[in-house]
């Protein structure tokens, strides 16, 4: 099993910035890939962006490109996400997900283990 907990979330004004973190534990090394899905109220969930460990492979929704940026720290097995020039419709609960083996990446049904999410809400 691995286990995900996501900090980093929190109230900011549109066009400011915030750093999501995932820390991973338990059996880590089964980890191919591990990303952000986003849900806001009344939506489905949705992909964000995907990083595979050994590759550092990096895959992004369309609507984040050029203001998201994934990365790893594979020493402390966290994933971050650094979001800036955020948008009132990028607020949502955020979650971290990992998989065990290469996947669709946009399909958040791939995705093996998940964390209990982090609120991002973005004032305008």
């Known amino acids: 099993q691995v286990q995900l907990v996501e900090s980093g979330g929190g109230l900011v004004q549109a066009g400011g910035s915030l750093r999501l973190s995932c820390a991973a534990s338990?059996?880590?090394?089964?980890?191919?890939?591990t990303g952000w899905f986003r849900q806001a109220p009344g939506k489905e969930r949705e992909f964000v962006a995907t990083?595979?460990?050994?590759?550092?492979?990096?895959y992004y929704a369309d609507f984040v490109k050029g203001r998201f940026t994934i990365s790893t720290d594979n020493a402390k097995k966290t994933v971050d996400l650094q979001m800036d020039s955020l948008k009132p419709e990028d607020t949502a609960v955020y979650y971290c997900?990992?998989?065990?083996?290469?996947?669709?990446?946009?399909?958040?049904?791939?995705?093996?283990?998940w964390g209990q999410g982090t609120q991002v809400t973005v004032s305008s």
């Open positions: 997900a990992a998989a065990r083996g290469r996947r669709v990446w946009g399909n958040w049904k791939q995705y093996d283990y």
């Open positions: 338990g059996r880590t090394f089964s980890m191919y890939g």
């Open positions: 990083i595979t460990w050994s590759a550092g492979s990096t």
